[in-house]
Each structure stands twice: as C-alpha cells, then as structure tokens.
C-alpha cells in the first residue's frame, strides 16, 4: 500500500462485501486515508493489516471522515447502519444498488440529517476495481457541487460519470444498465442449453457467442434512433415482420433440444404482438412503447 499521504482526502467506508473491499483496496492503494467499519468485523482484517483505520461502529466511522462511503446489500442495511451516525456535515456517497425512489428518498433523508448526498451505481464488479483500463465507472447522481468536490477521490476506484442533480438518474441508468445484463443473461443460458446435449465443447461455443454479442450491440444505437423524433431514419435490415415469421424456428429448435422456451418466449410475445397490435412491422423499435403501462 502507499503510505497515507497529507494531501490525499480521508475516506470512511461502510461495508466491506465483495465490492467494499475492493473499494477500500482502491483508496489504500493510493494513499487515501481509509476508515473501515463491517457488521462482521473479521472481513476488516485484511485492511487493517494494509494500513486501513478500523472502526468499532459506523458512527466512530463515520466521525472519521467528511466523505462517507456506503455499499451495504441494500436500502435496508444502509437505513440500519446510518440510523445511530451524526451526519450533519457529510458528504454521504452511496453507491448501494437502490431503486430510483429508493435513491430519491435516501437523499431527502439525508438532507433532513444536515448531509449533502450522492447517489451512485456501479457498472463494475470487484476485479474491475482499481483497473483503470477495464473500463468500469460509477454513475453520480446529486448535487453537481458535491460531485466536483470529490471528483478525483472517487475516480480512483473506478471511473465517473455524472448523471445528472436527480439523486434517482445515476440509479434509473444503473437499473436499466443491469436488466439489459440480465437479459444477455437469460439469452446466454438458453443458447448454452441448446447445445448442452450436443457433443460441442462449451468453451469454443463462448468464443463465437461473446464475438456475435459483441458484433449486435451497437442495435442500440439504432433503438435510440426509433425513439429519438428528428434522428434520420435508418435503412431497414431486421424487419419484425421477417422476425416473427423465424420465432417457430427458434421454438421447434428448443423442444427438439429438450430446451424450455421460457427464457425466450416473453420477448417473442412481445414481437408478435407488436406486428399484429400495433403493425410495427418497419419499427421494431416501437417494441419499447409496447412495454409502458
Ligand atoms: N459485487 C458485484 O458484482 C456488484 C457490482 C455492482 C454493484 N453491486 C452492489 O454493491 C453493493 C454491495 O455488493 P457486494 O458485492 O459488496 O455484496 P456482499 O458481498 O453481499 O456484501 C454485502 C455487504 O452488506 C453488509 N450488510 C448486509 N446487510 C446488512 C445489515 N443489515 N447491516 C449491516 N451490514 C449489512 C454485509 O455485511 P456482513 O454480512 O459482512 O456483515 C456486507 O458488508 C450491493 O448493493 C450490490 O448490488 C455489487
């Protein structure tokens, strides 16, 4: 670790998870004086060997330090463990997966305790911590005074993106951006299903699957463009009509691979129902409206 420099700002951590702990390595690692508090005090251990100030409850911690770091499990936790603290004065930077409204109320509950508040989501999981090139960053949402104040604290862990002065943006994106995940998700398991009988090495399967995931996800560009009015048209190369015409093809290959549909069925619906509904047979960007209630 980098001994604590007098220049570097004091940073006070709650929750040493997974991802806590690869945060508070980031902090260490570049001189950032570290205070560190866990419900389960043994997962401190490591740091405080590394040069980490262990505290005995998170009010000591966050006594330690005008910028408090939170990543606990939930809403919840962070409510439990901020509950007895004095945060009059804080900088409180949650980066705790919330909801929107979550986000939105945290920040309103902060505020009444007499603390400025950012709200983040992390679009990293812990070996992209302190990584620079592995392209993870966190999102910020909240004051845009507060966020430039620790710009470069928080940029050591990961990188920054500012999303804006609504506390609940930085976790609307970081929701939106983790169900997009969990969509290549479930496609990823169905395609994996479809061969698992088959005498086909799963690994080389994984070299072609990441190389076509990685060549179709540009067609988010064009989704933004059907959603965005005075973006210029693009030329048609996957009509919805030729693709639901294809979904028995998709099915019939999935019982006759003993596979459930259920993964993929959903988003077939979706399809037909936009064609025969709506008749977005030169949209298939419409889809998007279809799911508003
Ligand atoms: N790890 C990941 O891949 C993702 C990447 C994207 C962002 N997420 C979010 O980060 C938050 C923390 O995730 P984590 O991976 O660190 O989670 P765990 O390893 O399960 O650690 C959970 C910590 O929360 C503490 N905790 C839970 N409940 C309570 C409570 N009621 N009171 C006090 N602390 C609580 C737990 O403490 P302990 O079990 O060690 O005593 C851990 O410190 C999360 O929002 C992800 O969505 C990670």
Not at 3 to 9: A, C, F, L, V
Not at 235 to 244: N, P
Request: hydrophobic letters at 45%; proline letters at 6%.
């Amino acid at each position: 670790m980098t001994p604590h420099s007098e220049d570097k700002t004091p940073v006070t951590l709650l929750g040493l998870g997974a991802m806590g702990t690869a945060l508070a390595r980031a902090w260490l690692a570049a001189g950032h004086p570290t205070t560190v508090w866990n419900r389960t005090p043994a997962r401190a251990g490591a740091l405080a060997a590394g040069g980490a100030r262990r505290a005995d409850g998170p009010a000591e911690a966050v006594a330690a330090s005008t910028l408090v770091v939170v990543c606990l499990l939930d809403d919840v936790s962070v409510g439990e463990v901020l509950a007895g603290t004095d945060l009059s004065g804080k900088d409180v930077v949650n980066l705790t997966t919330s909801t929107p409204a979550q986000a939105r109320a945290r920040a309103a509950w902060a505020s009444d305790r007499g603390a400025r508040y950012l709200d983040g989501g992390i679009m990293a999981v812990p070996p992209m911590i302190g990584v620079p090139e592995s392209g993870g960053y966190v999102l910020y949402s909240g004051p845009r005074d507060v966020f430039d104040r620790h710009r470069d604290t928080l940029a050591v862990p990961a990188g920054t993106t500012y999303a804006g002065e609504d506390p609940g943006f930085a976790a609307l994106q970081d929701v939106a951006l983790l169900s997009a995940m969990y969509g290549m998700f479930a496609g990823t398991t169905h395609a994996f299903a479809l061969i698992r009988r088959e005498n086909l090495d799963p690994a080389a399967f994984a070299g072609l699957l990441t190389g076509w995931l990685t060549a179709m996800a540009p067609a988010a560009h064009a989704v933004a463009a059907g959603l965005t009015a005075d973006a210029a048209p693009e030329e048609e190369v996957s009509s919805l009509a030729m693709q639901v015409a294809g979904t028995p093809t998709f099915l019939d290959t999935a019982r006759q691979q003993g596979v459930s549909p259920e993964l993929l069925a959903p988003y077939f619906e979706l399809m037909r129902r936009g064609l025969t509904e709506r008749n977005e047979a030169k949209n298939p960007k419409g889809l998007v409206d279809l799911l508003l209630r």
